[in-house]
């Protein structure tokens, strides 16, 4: 690891000061316990006098051993070879002369009896085991017979081929100059080189601090998981506490005690400073009897970093997603709130009026229930009926907002008892001086029972359809043409047209929202509208009272409503049910 940089925050001095002196006593100790058992050793026993010393000769050494009795006693396979080279100093052949026990003993389980010859004797390594020749062994050899000097270790990896097919050989391979020959060992499986490639697949290492010095004994893999360098010193625990980061030291000194003093087994996690690794410690006392000091400290360092930045980017997540979840909540609640205030509920209120009137909404799901289209059906001063249908352009409480404000608005103009040509203009007026943003569509009109007379205006909005002797049509375009949207244009002028109604008939009033598709074609989905309604009227005649009506526009409403709805959509029935309002 690099130098340890200072560290500007006093706490965090403070506590690696603390690691410091904790490990600084233990050695202390350790040091103490070494000169007490130095101290301590029983003295040589003395060589007893007289005749019995002379009753006691020392033993004369025996013959040498053999070479071969050398190499039988060898833990690990060997092969004693004479290598043959060319004029040029080219490896042309490996003489086999003469194996241990171990290597015969791994050449029996892993070689097939047949595969191979007998040895019987001196033989060419590379004949009897061809594929040998693109290995690392004749560099080796070759290397070692010129510079003089051990070669390997370097992993091998061979197959042989045997009747029941290729057998595939690992192993860790060292060669070095014996004589005139060359002894070829070799471990099976590259036990170490396993080791540390476990440890790099698992991202797991392990090591043993010496407290009585800064002697650490690192496991192969050690550098590699925490990304040293090949020729880096392995840190001592002062040279990890330094690299530690500051929030990450209370816990390292707690794990520190709990070994050293506590002579407990425990864990903590460590964030490094300038990797910004993390990494699960491992760490249990070693001591050199029952009930003595701690000795060393052995701990295994597991990188954790990719899990803690799962489990991390996963809470960031959770908590987008709670507060997601309390926001569409709360637009949720406003959402009820403003529906119930602006989308009326209608019962026998407008029998005064000879009408009857019923209604269905449809939020869009994807805004949490707030859309802007919008209803009303009011009273008026003058014993005249408003009725008004809108759709503020775009989603969500800012499309509620203008939708509240143009209801309330109307409701407010009105009162002036204004033709409808007049409210509507103010209403753009009010839709203008809200900002760029704010636009919708609308019909008002005003409903004049005395005459079964519908007057109306339309701002950008679908017409409304006469539904009369099974038959449905929209109603004709002013005389001028439908106006712009509310909120586009100041100072826009809007002409009114009329409608009379006869007893039995249905105007239905509705926002685009029900009708469009996808790149639909706008004429299409007023035929698809018109015949729907025709249809709902055939299969379910509403007969008299509101909720017969209530029953067709919840039919009409199902038959147009599907997948494809990107908007919310309303609908508003009024039937003339008597010629003589009350």
Known sequence: MDEPSSMGDPRSRLGLQAIQELLEAQRRRVRAYAELQRDARPARPARPAGPAASAAPMPSPSPSPSAQEVLDAFPVAALLVTPVFDGDGGL????????????????????????????????????????????????????????????????????????????????????????????????????????????????????????????????????????????????????????????SLPDLYQTLYDVILRKRTTECELRLRRSKRVFRLVAEPVRIAPGSLVWALRAVLTDVTADRRRREAAERAEREARRQRERAEAVAEVADVLREAVLPHFQDELESFGLEAAAVYRPDAREAGVGGDWYKARKLPDGRLLVALGDARGHGLEAATLMAKLRYALAGLAYTEEPVEHLTQWLNEVACADGTESTATAIIARYHPERGLLRWTCAGHPRPVLVRNGRAVQLPDPEDGPGLPLGVLPGSAYTATEAELQVGDIVLMYSDGLTERRAGDPELDTNRFLATAEHCLREASPGAGHQALQEYVECLVAELDGSHRTDDATLLALRRISSEPT
């Open 92 to 247: 042309r052949d490996a003489v086999y002369v003469t194996q241990n026990a171990a290597a015969r003993k791994i050449a029996s389980t892993l070689i097939p009896p047949g595969a191979v010859p007998r040895w019987t004797g001196p033989v060419s390594l590379f004949e009897r085991f061809p594929t040998l020749t693109r290995t690392a062994i004749p560099r080796m050899l070759t290397r070692a017979f010129h510079e003089g000097t051990p070669q390997g270790p370097e992993t091998v990896e061979w197959f042989l081929d045997t009747d029941a097919g290729p057998v595939r050989v690992n192993d860790e391979v060292r060669i070095a100059p014996c004589g005139e020959q060359f002894l070829l060992t070799w471990e099976r499986g590259s036990r170490l080189g396993m080791a540390a490639a476990a440890q790099q697949l698992v991202h797991t290492c392990w090591a043993e601090w010496n407290l009585g010095d800064h002697g650490v004994t690192p496991s192969r893999g050690f550098r590699r998981v925490l990304r040293l360098a090949d020729d880096a010193p392995v840190p001592s625990l002062s040279d990890l506490a330094a690299e530690v980061a500051p929030d």
